[in-house]
């Protein structure tokens, strides 16, 4: 949950912040059915562009499948940034959301599982990407009783963190900021049988170079090592976009069986990556997952 770990308060993150809430502000003023799809076409055709981020969209796509026809990346790149904007939009739209998670019924291996553990009062990790909306998998099981925590990577713009760390507070469970304080609250959460969500996706400097995609990713070890420490059942978890841009597939996955932390994590991988093939413009792209860039510049430099 997140995209950073540093968080700035300058001038022009708030002015940054003024104009990311004005939006937010009209666009719920507008019914929910009408509001997501304008959110989302707000993000591809002005926002997405203006901050370059469907060209971190094409670069992160080039990198994967380099033989992609740049016509159908291009689709993809706008299909994930429109995604994205419905995604935020429906995280600010807390009734509305957890109105519509009661007919999203939570499908899958993992939900006896997730059920035979809060009766025994097991922690549990439900470990997710930024595909499709996790938080309404979140809501999804907020709705049928469970109290579901976070653990977030906090902004950059520290404006913008707040408001939006009290919208991931609403749809139930507390959450908490990756960073030494975060990750002992974090700790003794789970440890208490707390259920807690976390996503894999994230580039993680100085982590160990696990396969996602079919390329190398800098991916932490901390979930899977958190599982083996403190007996937690390991589920990955997806909210799959529905064709009417506005209901979810709710799927629980089989736990992952317990071996060691870097098996466990590429797994994790795997199963996200499957998710991502299938369905690849509900992947945010946009996210630095690889670096290409840098790498790019690394190499290039080192001619």
């Known amino acids: 949950m997140g995209v950073s770990n ?3 308060f300058t001038w022009q993150n708030w002015i940054s912040d003024s104009i990311a809430r004005g939006v937010i502000g009209l666009a719920c003023a507008l019914p929910y059915d009408r509001r997501v799809p304008i959110t989302g076409w707000f993000m591809r055709r002005v926002a997405g562009p203006i901050s370059g981020a469907k060209s971190r969209a094409l670069a992160n796509l080039a990198h994967v499948w380099p033989d992609l026809p740049p ?14 904007g419905r995604m935020l939009i429906e995280n600010y739209s807390t009734a509305e959301l957890l109105a519509r998670a009661k007919g999203w019924v939570p499908l899958g291996p ?21 595909f499709g909306n996790y938080e309404a998998a979140r809501a999804a099981l907020t709705v049928r009783g469970y109290t579901i925590g976070g653990l977030y990577r906090p902004m950059n713009n520290g404006y913008f963190n707040r408001h939006y760390v009290a919208a991931m507070e609403r749809l139930g469970g507390p959450v908490f900021p990756r960073g030494t304080r975060g990750m002992v609250q974090f700790v003794r959460y789970l440890k208490s049988g707390g259920h807690g969500v976390v996503l894999i996706d994230q580039y993680t400097a100085g982590g160990v170079q696990l396969d996602f995609l079919g390329q190398p990713a800098p991916t932490g070890l901390a979930v899977a090592a958190m599982a083996l420490k403190y007996d937690a059942v390991l589920i990955p978890f997806y909210a799959e976009r529905m064709a009417n841009g506005l209901d979810f597939n709710v799927t629980l996955e089989a736990p992952i069986p317990a071996s060691d932390a870097e098996t466990m994590t590429q797994a994790l991988n795997d199963s996200l990556a499957h998710r991502v093939r299938t369905r690849p413009e509900q992947w945010f792209w946009v996210h630095r997952r690889w670096k290409p860039w840098r790498q790019a510049r690394f190499v290039s430099h080192q001619r």
């Open 110 to 130: 993992g939900v006896p599982a997730l059920a035979r553990a809060k009766a025994a009062g097991r922690p549990v990790l439900l470990i997710s990407g930024h």
């Open 6 to 8: 540093t968080q700035s």
């Open 71 to 84: 016509g159908r990346a291009g689709r993809i790149a706008d299909a994930a940034i429109d995604n994205f």
